[in-house]
C-alpha cells in the first residue's frame, strides 16, 4: 500500500553503483538476471516490443503491454527475461496465476536469476501466500546478496504478517545497501507508523522526500506523493500527483492514487472524479474498483460502496482491503453477522490489514 515495487516499475537510469547493487529504485545489473546470454537474432527482434510494453507498462495498460510482450516471445521463446517481463505485466494485471506460470517458465530457462526469483516472490505476496513469497526473496538474496530489494520486499512481507521488528531488519539492511533509494525509508517510516513511533517515521519520510527532491518523470512524482501522503500532507500529494497527471494524463495509476487520497482527505466528489476517470481507462480494474469503493464508503454512500466491494471480490475473492472493507458497510448497514465473516477473512488473509486501514482512518 505505500510503495510500488515491481522491477517493471523501476524507473531511475543505471550508473555505477547498480553493477553492484540491486536496488528498489534503479535498472538491475546485468549480473542479477542470471545467465550473461550473447544476444540472439531473435532476441534483437524481441526487445522492440519489450520497448514499446514498458511504456504502457507505466502508464497501466497492461492489456496492450501483454500484447507486445506476447509478439517478443513469439520471436524468441527460449529468452526467460521476455517470460519475466509478461508475468510482471500479468501480475500488474491481477492475472496471478498466468504470471506464476510466466515466472515459472523464466526460471526453468534460468534458474540462476534473481530477478525472476524476487518478481514470483512480489506475486506469491500479492497473493497473500507469504511463505511462497519468503522463500523466493530468500532466494533471490542468495543468489545475489547485495540486494537491496530483496530485503525490501521481504521486510514488507514480515510487515504484511504483522512481524514488524523483523520487518524493520531488513528495511536497515536494504537502506544500508542503497541509502539513496526513497523506497527503503517509505517502508520502514510505514512500519514505524503502525508500531506508534511516529518521530522516528516522520524522519524516515522526511528523507524519503529528500531524495525525491526533484522527480524527472512521473514515476518519481508518484513516489514522492507516497511519502507526503504518509506524512499525512495530503495537499503536497495531490499536487505530486497533479504533475504526474501532466506528464501522462491518461496514467491510471496516478489516478487511483489520487482518488484514494482525496477519498481519505474527505474530498470525495473530487475522489470520485479520479476514479470514475481510472475505470473509463480501465474498467474492471479491482485496484480501481476497490478505490471508489472506499471513496463511497467514506462519504457514506454505502449501497454504491457496498455494489463496488461485490465486483471487487467477484473478480478476486480473496482480496483482504476489499473484504475488510465490504465488512465495515455491511456492520454500518445493521449486517453484523455478515460483517464479522468478511472481516475474519480478511484477517485470516492479511493480518496487518486492519492496522493498514486504521492508519487511514477507516475503523
Do not use: W
Not at 531524495?211 to 499525512?232: E, H, I, M, V, W
Request: hydrophobic letters at 40%; proline letters at 5%.
Amino acid at each position: 500500500m505505500t510503495i510500488l515495487a515491481g522491477t517493471g516499475e523501476l524507473a531511475r537510469a543505471e550508473d555505477p553503483l547498480s553493477a553492484k547493487i540491486l536496488s528498489a529504485c534503479r535498472v538491475p545489473p546485468r549480473a542479477a538476471y542470471g545467465e550473461i546470454r550473447k544476444p540472439s537474432p531473435e532476441s534483437k527482434k524481441g526487445y522492440p516490443f519489450i520497448l514499446a510494453a514498458t511504456r504502457f507498462k507505466f502508464t497501466g495498460d497492461y492489456d496492450r503491454a501483454i500484447e507486445q510482450i506476447d509478439q517478443a516471445i513469439k520471436a524468441d521463446p527460449a529468452n526467460p527475461r521476455f517470460y519475466s517481463e509478461r508475468g510482471i505485466a500479468r501480475g500488474a494485471n491481477h492475472q496471478f496465476r498466468e504470471a506464476v506460470e510466466d515466472l515459472d517458465h523464466a526460471i526453468s530457462l534460468d534458474p540462476g536469476s534473481s530477478v525472476a526469483f524476487l518478481e514470483r516472490g512480489v506475486l506469491y505476496a500479492g497473493m497473500s501466500e507469504f511463505g511462497h513469497a519468503i522463500e523466493d526473496y530468500d532466494e533471490a538474496i542468495k543468489l545475489f546478496p547485495a540486494n537491496a530489494r530483496g530485503y525490501l520486499l521481504r521486510g514488507i512481507v514480515y510487515r504484511d504478517k504483522r512481524e514488524y521488528d523483523r520487518a524493520i531488519e531488513d528495511f536497515d539492511q536494504s537502506i544500508k545497501l542503497d541509502p539513496l533509494c526513497p523506497s527503503g525509508f517509505n517502508a520502514r517510516g510505514f512500519t514505524y507508523d503502525l508500531k506508534g513511533q511516529r518521530d522516528r517515521a516522520t524522519a524516515d519520510y522526511d528523507r524519503a522526500i529528500e531524495l525525491d527532491s526533484d522527480p524527472g518523470n512521473a514515476f518519481a512524482f508518484l513516489r514522492r506523493a507516497t511519502s507526503f501522503q504518509a506524512k499525512r500532507d495530503y495537499d503536497r500529494a495531490i499536487q505530486d500527483l497533479g504533475q504526474a497527471l501532466k506528464l501522462e494524463p491518461r496514467n491510471a495509476r496516478a489516478l487511483n492514487h489520487r482518488c484514494f487520497i482525496r477519498a481519505i482527505a474527505g474530498a470525495f466528489d473530487s475522489a470520485l472524479a479520479d476514479c470514475n476517470e481510472a475505470l473509463l481507462i480501465r474498467p474492471r480494474d479491482p485496484s480501481l474498483l476497490d478505490s471508489r469503493a472506499l471513496a463511497y464508503l467514506r462519504k457514506g454512500s454505502l449501497g454504491d460502496s457496498l455494489a463496488d466491494y461485490d465486483k471487487v471480490l467477484h473478480i478476486n475473492a480473496r482480496r483482504p482491503l476489499s473484504l475488510y472493507g465490504r465488512g465495515l458497510v455491511k456492520r454500518r448497514k445493521g449486517d453484523i453477522a455478515e460483517s464479522e465473516v468478511d472481516i475474519a477473512t480478511a484477517l485470516a488473509i492479511l493480518p496487518a490489514v486492519a492496522d493498514y486501514m486504521t492508519q487511514y482512518g477507516i475503523k
